[in-house]
């Protein structure tokens, strides 16, 4: 799902900053007994700053003698070193939740489940990475824990095939929808997003606009900028290939204006303003969209892979090749 690996960082759960983490928090919480909600301290566009975080808890994790919290802990510190693509380091924080597994509960079990799941999804263990993802949504319908059912159910879509991976998010959705645990609901956002991309994966480009739409209401009432102004690619990038090129065109460059003043870069938005712009046969222009494009992308380990596209952005972008003075 290529729409996906773009705004991964996004579109799995609500952003959430934590810019008002304060180093000495844990020894706060220390003095008052009370440990730290440390799901709240996730920053997944910065997964380096989030493990560092995460770490500063574990010495008073360690004094709790709370076991399941300190395996929970080290599930996340995985999650943060499996989006750095540090997956031996993940793995080996996940041996050690393992041999805390017999004294913990069953939500730490989950947890463990889909943090080694998603070790092996994002280093290429797909086949792996499904049957935790099923052992973990297993798991969390039965002990009520609709929270992590949705996301075991939205990581299962991920890794399945993609005459599958309707079923799956529809399936997580319909938990989304009804439940009454207001962090399971808290999904909805992500959930019509990964739809939008199976839809468009398969070429229906109209009910692909219709879940990116719902995306970006939903986005637009959480109030996230973040996610809203993702939400705003996704319409804008479909509306682009349905044909309607000069609204999409023009959607993009009020994201790059806001991005500009913001003081941000987009590789992605840069290569949709380049793609409006070869469409509508402004190829002079578009040829300096597609260089700076490059030379965002080129540099972002989510897109590495995909050596098609770069060189198809270094072609046309004409990057590298000397230009007439």
């Known amino acids: 799902m290529a729409g996906l690996e773009i705004f991964h960082t996004a579109f799995y759960t609500n952003r ?18 009370k440990l730290p909600d440390f799901d709240k301290l996730w920053d997944y566009s910065h997964p380096d700053a989030s493990e560092r975080r995460f770490r500063e808890l574990l010495p008073a ?18 999650r943060a070193e499996g989006l750095q693509r540090k997956f031996q380091d993940a793995h080996k924080t996940l041996d050690r939740v393992d041999k805390a597994l ?21 280093s290429g263990s797909v086949e792996d990475a499904k049957r935790l993802f099923l052992q973990a949504f297993d798991l969390a319908v039965k002990s009520k824990e609709e929270f992590y059912a949705v996301d075991a159910a939205h990581m299962v879509a991920i890794a399945e095939s993609p005459e599958n991976q309707l079923e799956w998010n529809l399936r997580a959705l319909d938990l989304a929808e009804n439940s009454a645990d207001e962090r399971a609901r808290g999904w909805k956002g992500s959930l019509y997003n990964n739809l939008g991309w199976t839809y468009f994966d398969q070429g229906n480009y109209q009910e692909a606009l219709f879940m990116f739409e719902k995306a ?19 319409v804008a990038k479909t509306l682009r290939v349905m044909g309607h090129t000069e609204e999409a065109l023009e959607m993009q460059q009020q994201l790059f204006e806001e991005y500009q003043s913001a003081g941000k870069k987009s590789g992605v938005v840069y290569e949709e303003i380049a793609e409006c712009m070869l469409v509508l046969g402004r190829e002079t222009e ?35 090749l000397q230009r007439p003075s």
């Not at 959430?16 to 007994?33: I, N």
């Not at 578009?286 to 590495?304: H, I, K």
């Open 16 to 33: 959430l900053q934590a810019s008002a983490w304060k180093v000495g928090e844990s020894e706060k919480a220390k003095g008052t007994g």
């Open 61 to 78: 994790a360690l004094d709790s003698l709370d076991i399941s919290y300190l395996a929970q802990l080290l599930t996340q510190i995985a």
């Open 286 to 320: 578009a040829e300096g969209w597609f260089a700076a494009a490059y030379n965002e992308l080129s540099r972002d380990p989510t897109v590495a892979n995909d050596r098609d596209r770069l060189a198809r952005l270094k072609d046309l972008g004409k990057v590298g």
């Open 102 to 122: 017999p004294k913990s509960d069953s939500r730490t079990l989950v947890r463990y489940l889909l943090e080694r799941g998603r070790v092996y999804n994002s």
């Open 216 to 234: 970006l209401d939903y986005r637009t009432q959480q109030g996230d900028p973040v996610n809203v102004g993702t939400a705003r690619w996704c």
